[in-house]
């Protein structure tokens, strides 16, 4: 595709459920991020893979969050038993490969915990 | 780990006149500094970077300082325009021994542009 896409957009879920967050990276980009970014705030690292692989999840704040990509293309950000405080936007960017360092982002999910 | 920190938080200037936003890091090894352009409801969109071999950087109005010994790198911004009112973010690579890294964020700086 021609950017980074996220889906959904947004998404409202109850307190306790499991979410899921796709990314959709540039073809051709080995290099996939998450972040969170919350109101007023820049964004938070969360998890960075290099192909289908983890090279980086210092960010995830505790295991309720895990995140695949299985193909090394799309991602999946996935949520367990949501709570309150996960209410963000998580942004999606993607990286041509391990030397590359400009990232381009996704428009972001807006995740609501109600 | 690498950390940022971004002043100000809030900036408000006369269309026309200079905008500076200055960020200072901790991590000695990082080597790449770009700064982000985010509006309203949008996503982050790159303006400008700076690698640490380089002191300097300009693109039209835009233009980016590295300090290395003093760890600060600032953004400056010339002949403001009201669309140049947005929040922006610097940020520092963490890099894993050159083999990409993540980026780690300022806090952001909101700039107001008065016609």
């Known amino acids: 595709g021609a950017g980074v896409s996220q889906t959904p957009s947004n998404k409202v879920t109850e307190k306790g459920k499991y979410v899921e967050l796709r990314c959709d990276p540039i073809s051709g980009h080995t290099a996939l991020y998450w972040y969170r970014q919350s109101l007023g705030q820049g964004p938070e690292f969360l998890i960075y893979?290099?192909?289908?692989?983890?090279?980086?999840d210092s960010g995830l704040p505790n295991d309720r969050f895990f995140a695949v990509r299985p193909e090394g293309s799309v991602s999946t950000l996935k949520i367990q038993r949501t709570e309150r405080g996960d209410s963000a936007v998580y942004l999606c960017?993607?990286?041509?490969?391990?030397?590359?360092?400009?990232?381009?982002f996704g428009q972001g999910t807006r995740l609501t915990v109600v | 780990g690498e950390n940022v920190e971004q002043h100000p938080s809030t900036l408000s200037v006369q269309e026309g006149d200079s905008a500076v936003i200055k960020c200072t890091y901790s991590?000695?090894?990082?080597?790449?500094f770009p700064w982000y352009k985010q509006e309203l409801g949008k996503r982050p969109q790159l303006i400008i970077d700076?690698?640490?071999?380089?002191g300097e950087k300009k693109d039209q109005r835009i233009a980016v300082t590295l300090n290395k010994t003093a760890k600060h790198f600032s953004l400056h911004i010339t002949e403001t325009q009201p669309e140049d009112s947005a929040v922006y973010f610097c940020a520092a690579l963490d890099s894993i021994y050159n083999q990409g890294g993540k980026l780690i964020f300022g806090q952001g700086t909101e700039l107001s542009v008065k016609p």
């Open positions: 960017a993607s990286a041509p490969g391990p030397s590359s360092t400009e990232a381009f």
């Open positions: 700076i690698r640490s071999n380089v």
């Open positions: 893979f290099q192909g289908t692989g983890a090279a980086d």
């Open positions: 991590d000695s090894a990082s080597n790449y």
